[in-house]
T-cell receptor, first 113, second 114 residues
Framework: ETGVTQSPTHLIKTRGQQVTLRCSSQ?????VSWYQQALGQGPQFIFQ???????GRGNFPPRFSGLQFPNYSSELNVNALELDDSALYLC???FGTGMETQYFGPGTRLLVL | GDSVTQMEGPVTLSEEAFLTINCTYT??????LFWYVQYPGEGLQLLLK?????DKGSNKGFEATYRKETTSFHLEKGSVQVSDSAVYFC?????????????FGQGTRLTINP
């Protein structure tokens, strides 16, 4: 069974640029959630994707957007990067949208200069 | 809104010591409760969970009991090892717009000295 994988592992961008982060869900999982973890903080929910549709969103602006593909993998896109977007971005997969356990990937560390 | 408050860290203990990391929550209804662990340079791993009041979650010698009356989910281990050094996150599960969202505490860094 393959776990959740994310790419790239690290990324450096400058203010105003755009970034795409990728996530492959665990085998058998059809739901992907994205979280932002600032340094020294707990993760914050960005949004969740189920059946290729956004299925719930946290308190993040529209410049944070995503996609889910037919194979359940997902992308997180962030436009007009700001310094405060520097964080570890975590992807989690689960089966269904109910109270199922979410399994996390290793994350992508983004630094915005 | 929903929130989770954890014991401030860092926490430093000697090997074989008893561990308690406090966690309290504020939420409407009865959310599921979780402890996740994050080892250096890695993502989060589920340590244990409890889905209803008085449930006890346990794994790898760690335990936590869902206490509705005190809105708490404290993590305990009887004898810690150096390999338990990590950051521990308490979390609750909440439905938002049909999606399951995890609300995390700020994390507690644990260091175990040999």
């Amino acid at each position: 069974e393959t776990g959740v994988t994310q790419s790239p592992t690290h990324l450096i961008k400058t203010r105003g640029q755009q970034v795409t982060l990728r996530c492959s869900s665990q085998s058998g999982h059809n739901t992907v959630s994205w979280y932002q973890q600032a340094l020294g903080q707990g993760p914050q929910f960005i949004f969740q994707y189920y059946r290729e549709e956004e299925n719930g969103r946290g308190n993040f602006p529209p410049r944070f957007s995503g996609l889910q593909f037919p194979n359940y993998s997902s992308e997180l896109n962030v436009n007009a990067l700001e310094l405060d977007d520097s964080a570890l971005y975590l992807c989690a997969s689960s089966f269904g949208t109910g109270m199922e356990t979410q399994y996390f990937g290793p994350g992508t560390r983004l630094l915005v200069l | 809104g929903d929130s989770v408050t954890q014991m401030e860290g860092p926490v430093t203990l000697s090997e074989e010591a008893f561990l308690t990391i406090n966690c309290t929550y504020t939420a409407t209804g009865y959310p599921s409760l979780f402890w996740y662990v994050q080892y250096p340079g890695e993502g989060l791993q589920l340590l244990l969970k409890a889905t209803k009041a008085d449930d006890k979650g346990s794994n790898k010698g760690f335990e936590a009991t869902y206490r509705k009356e005190t809105t708490s989910f404290h993590l305990e281990k009887g004898s810690v090892q150096v390999s338990d050094s990590a950051v521990y996150f308490c979390a609750l599960s909440r439905e938002i717009q049909g999606a399951q969202k995890l609300v995390f505490g700020q994390g507690t860094r644990l260091t175990i000295n040999p």
